[in-house]
């Protein structure tokens, strides 16, 4: 069978992916799907885990309110990127300093 | 059986990881989103490797039924200013905040090789393991309080969604169709 390794390694490349992607991108967009991918990555470690000790379901409960909490984040950010590109006509992220003094 | 196990697993990961790179490298936020489908594809082929049908269908539909479609929504909705000119301003303190990362993650690929200890193969799984049977019932029952929390959090973030989208001046905005232009306070 699959070592629990490789799965491990697959989940570790996806995160490091997606927070590079969130560090270097300006797009608001595409920020927002590299949380995505953040979360993506975090809900494979905890299936994997769980496969790993079958004793019960704890890692794809939690996996599953991730999702869930995942959908949710998606709307209200991509509300929020709305709410700024109608401020500023812009989905550049450093472009949104309206809090700067 | 192993075999077939392991093509699958190195088709879903190598999906996964394409995907993700071009998530982050498109500069059309378009093709972003699509890249975001494939590595959502790949996940999903992984969870069932993992013996995890049930999340696996909870992330198609959720995932690329609703997260997906939402981004291209919104960004057909933005137009072309949804891809705006190549990120070049003040790329520095960004590029080291990556080079960081990504030493970080190199040092930590090593020390973990380091340690050792050999590759744990997964143990064979329970008939029942991951189905949406046994899932559910581990989900109304223990998992109940935080489930019903849920659909609190989700009419939160509908309302919080559409009162950010629609703007404060929901009557001026009326009366001046074409353009948003005095939004702000």
Not at chain 1, 4 to 15: I, K, N, P, S, T
Not at chain 2, 144 to 170: C, Q
């Amino acid at each position: 069978m699959i070592p629990l390794e490789y799965y491990l390694a697959v989940a570790g490349a996806v995160f490091l992916i997606g927070a590079i992607g969130f560090v270097v991108r300006r797009n608001l967009l595409i920020q927002l799907m590299s949380v995505e991918l953040l979360l993506n990555a975090v809900n494979l470690t905890l299936v994997a885990f769980n496969r790993a000790r079958q004793d019960d379901h704890n890692g794809q409960m939690f996996a599953f309110f991730v999702i869930a909490v995942a959908a949710a984040e998606a709307a209200v950010g991509l509300a929020i990127g709305l709410a700024i590109y109608r401020l500023s006509r812009s989905v550049r992220s450093d472009e949104a300093d309206l809090l700067r003094n | 059986m192993s075999g077939v196990a392991l093509a699958f697993f190195g088709l879903s990961a190598l999906a996964t990881l394409v995907g993700a790179v071009f998530t982050v490298l498109a500069v059309n936020p378009i093709r972003s989103a699509m890249a975001l489908l494939l590595a959502i594809g790949g996940t999903t082929g992984l969870f069932l490797g993992l013996d995890a049908q049930f999340l696996a269908a909870i992330e198609l539909i959720v995932y690329a039924g609703a997260v997906v479609v939402l981004f291209v929504f919104v960004i057909m909705l933005i137009g072309p200013d949804a891809s705006p000119a190549a990120d070049s301003k003040a790329g520095f303190s960004r590029t080291l905040g990556a080079v960081v990362l990504g030493l970080f993650a190199v040092v930590t690929g090593f020390l973990l090789m380091r340690v050792g200890g050999g590759l744990h193969p997964l143990p064979p799984s329970r008939p029942e393991f991951g189905t949406i049977d046994s899932f559910g019932r581990e989900l109304f029952t223990r998992g109940l309080v935080p489930f019903e929390l849920t659909t609190a959090l989700f009419v939160v973030a509908v309302v919080g969604a559409i009162a950010v989208a629609r703007g404060r001046h929901r009557g001026e905005e009326r009366a001046v169709e074409p353009a948003v232009k005095e939004s702000a306070p």
